[in-house]
């Protein structure tokens, strides 16, 4: 027991160093694969990292500003609570989508000074799909205890109407709330005049926007999150479809935003319908 109890432990903070790597290398990705695309030149993330190890060095040895180090807590909380790499972790049962999303959009609301009405209208829909979520959830999978659950559930009992309908809730979670953008920051800090709290919100908002990502990734491709029960080798191969999962997000999130459908009212209502038809075909259909 006690064996279980330090591997389940080990494996959550694996997970944490792991995501907290791959979040500069996330920010880069959706910073300048774009601008690849377009045919302009880039750099690799090395910038990106580097700034990342600076941030956490000074975090490390400074006090953080309330508020950023509030969502700074939220970001590594969820880190460690959603089943990123396998269902194993010590606190995967308090995985829940909606609540885990409500804490990511709260943290969202909290850095610099939003725009009231304009991020609000990309909150509120992603609110309701997260309730809508949350229901097909209960109403597919009662038994379902969180994400991790559910995660276990679809392993032994595929539910395709089930995975079908999440794959389309985090489909419009990325339409209607994408990750931040450098333009946003710059916006949500214009009246800061600190130089360092800048570069901090900025570092902050993008261990945010990789816990949101691992959000989406969760919900779009449940079934590819390794078990629990799982040895070393089991981890490892939970760690590749956990590496899938994100590519996969960052290709839609990257197809949005080349295809200006990011924060489409209509293709929000229009995805959360189809994932509502989804659940409720699948459930008939057993």
Do not use: Y
Not at 44 to 63: E, Y
Not at 213 to 233: C, E, K
Not at 255 to 260: D, E, K, Q, V, W
Request: charged share 15%.
């Amino acid at each position: 027991m006690m064996m279980t109890g330090l591997w389940a432990v080990a494996q959550t903070l694996f997970q944490l160093f792991i995501l907290l790597v791959l979040a500069p290398v996330m920010a880069w990705a959706l910073a300048e694969l774009p601008r690849w695309i377009n045919g302009e030149a880039i750099c690799g993330p090395q910038r990106q990292m580097r700034r990342a190890i600076r941030f956490w060095g000074i975090v490390l040895r400074q006090p953080v500003a309330p508020r950023l180090a509030l969502v700074l807590a939220i970001a590594l909380l969820i880190f460690v609570v959603l089943p990123a790499v396998t269902t194993g972790g010590a606190f995967v049962s308090l995985a829940n989508p909606l609540l885990i999303g409500l804490l990511l959009l709260a943290g969202r609301l909290m850095l610099g000074v939003p725009q009231q009405r304009e991020e609000w209208r990309r909150v509120l829909p992603a609110v309701l799909v997260l309730c809508l979520t949350e229901a097909l959830i209960a109403l597919a999978a009662p038994g379902a205890d969180g994400l991790g659950g559910l995660c276990a559930m679809l392993h032994i009992e595929p539910a395709p109407g089930l995975e079908g309908a999440l794959g389309a809730c985090a489909l419009a979670l990325a339409i209607s709330c994408p990750p931040l953008r450098e333009d946003d920051m710059i916006q949500r800090l214009d009246g800061e005049k600190s130089r360092q709290v800048r570069e901090m919100s900025r570092n902050v908002a993008e261990v945010l926007n990789m816990a949101w990502l691992l959000l989406l990734a969760d919900l779009a491709l449940p079934i590819t999150v390794g078990l629990g029960g799982s040895d070393v080798t089991g981890w490892f191969v939970g760690l590749g479809g956990l590496l899938g999962r994100l590519a996969l997000v960052v290709v839609v999130l990257i197809g949005l935003r080349l295809t200006a459908q990011e924060r489409s009212e209509r293709l929000t209502a229009l995805f959360a319908g189809v994932a509502l038809l989804l659940a409720l075909a699948g459930r008939f259909a057993t």
